[in-house]
């Protein structure tokens, strides 16, 4: 059962990412979106243009623009960037035996919009299967390449930690609590998870927010208090997740614990698999296949507009509440405004080069394990076990 909470986004047809839409509130241990996921195949085809009733004034409203240089872009750069392109176009035209358009006539950035359009037209008229040509640009140099998203269920990945805070006080689930603390020093540490009270973090400027509108309109005090816990506690639990103790101790915590019933069978397996991934990658981080900049000549200005992943994945105060309700809110909204979700992206060279360990083991391990995390630390605050 998957106990994250859903974001239900829609398709747009550029890229495997998809609109938001409402989140609902905690059902279960995990918060899902009430929206069933729907993904469409992609394709070129955008939505149909809403037109006024005018004639030749509002013409221009209909055309479409070639593309420009981007701001601060110098001319070397553009060079290398064309240079680097027309090498892999060759190398691609090689492999799939595809004759392409001449295009280095129209100069930059023109003949390489045109080049793409060109090759991916003709590619996708080969190939059934074809999926969206890129150029995509590292900080050595540029390269086409395919994508492949990893598909993180629409989900709100947000990490209570006052449960793990109230288990810390608990004479009774004192071991359990060490060992998920564990669990997550290594998802703030080395996973690299945001945390709510650090600056600059999503969720802490949804918080920061919250604060201010409670400053400038009288409030119940239940509501303040909320908001105190969110803060005191954070405060607290972030000292010990930077705590590199409860890292290194990982291991001998594990091996040491003793399962007496159910929850603690449950926190134990919770543990394994977080270590097994921890062994395994003791260095990766969630952003690690982060999307990169891809260049994408027909690309409206809107479409730049995401919703990062650093905004569904990151520690939180609370999942219950009246803040969590109202943060859930504002979220909602923000993300009904934003066209597109960022997943964990891979970026394949088509020119037969191939690059190791370049899958998402990581990633369908690291989501399944905050999916466990949150469901254990809903079970504990909800039925004290």
Request: glycine fraction near 4%; charged fraction near 30%; include cysteine.
């Amino acid at each position: 059962m998957n106990y994250a909470t859903q974001n239900n986004i829609g398709s747009y047809h550029r890229t495997r990412k998809r609109k938001a839409k409402t989140v609902t509130s905690a059902i279960g241990r995990v918060r899902r979106v009430d929206a069933k996921t729907q993904r469409r195949q992609r394709s070129t085809e955008r939505q149909t243009a809403i037109r006024t009733d005018s004639d030749v004034t509002n013409g221009i409203l209909t055309c479409r623009f070639l593309p420009k240089l981007k701001a601060g872009e110098t001319l070397q750069a553009c060079q290398k960037t064309e240079r680097d392109f027309y090498q892999s176009l060759s190398k691609i035209t090689k492999s799939y035996k595809v004759e392409p358009m001449q295009t280095k006539e129209f100069g930059y950035p023109y003949n390489v919009a045109l080049a793409l359009w060109d090759m991916q037209t003709k590619l996708k008229q080969a190939h059934r299967d074809w999926d969206r040509l890129y150029l995509a640009k590292s900080k050595r140099k540029a390269f086409l390449a395919t994508t492949e998203n990893f598909d993180t269920g629409t989900t709100l990945y947000y990490i209570p930690i006052v449960p793990l805070f109230l288990m810390l006080k608990d004479p009774k689930r004192k071991k359990n609590a060490q060992l998920l603390l564990s669990v997550c020093s290594y998802l703030y540490r080395v996973a690299n998870v945001p945390y709510y009270r650090e600056d600059g973090t999503y969720l802490g400027g949804q918080y920061e927010m919250h604060k201010e509108w409670m400053g400038q309109e009288e409030t119940e005090e239940c509501y303040q208090s909320e908001l105190i816990i969110a803060e005191y506690t954070g405060d607290k639990m972030e000292q010990k997740l930077r705590n590199p103790n409860n890292v290194k101790l990982f291991e001998q915590r594990l091996s040491r614990f003793k399962s007496r019933d159910a929850f603690d069978n449950e926190c134990w397996h919770v543990a394994c698999n977080a270590f097994a991934l921890y062994s395994k990658y003791p260095t990766a981080g969630i952003f690690r296949n982060a999307p990169l900049n891809y260049y994408d000549p027909y690309a409206d200005e809107y479409d730049n507009e995401v919703i990062g992943m650093e905004k569904y994945i990151s520690f939180i105060a609370d999942t219950k509440g009246w803040l969590y309700r109202s943060i859930s809110e504002s979220i909602n909204n923000e993300f009904n405004e934003i066209g597109e979700l960022e997943e964990p992206t891979i970026y394949k060279p088509i020119d037969g080069s191939k690059i190791s360990g370049n899958n998402f083991d990581f990633e369908k391990r690291f989501f399944e394990l905050l999916d466990e995390l949150c469901g254990l630390f809903y079970e504990y605050k909800t039925t004290g076990v």
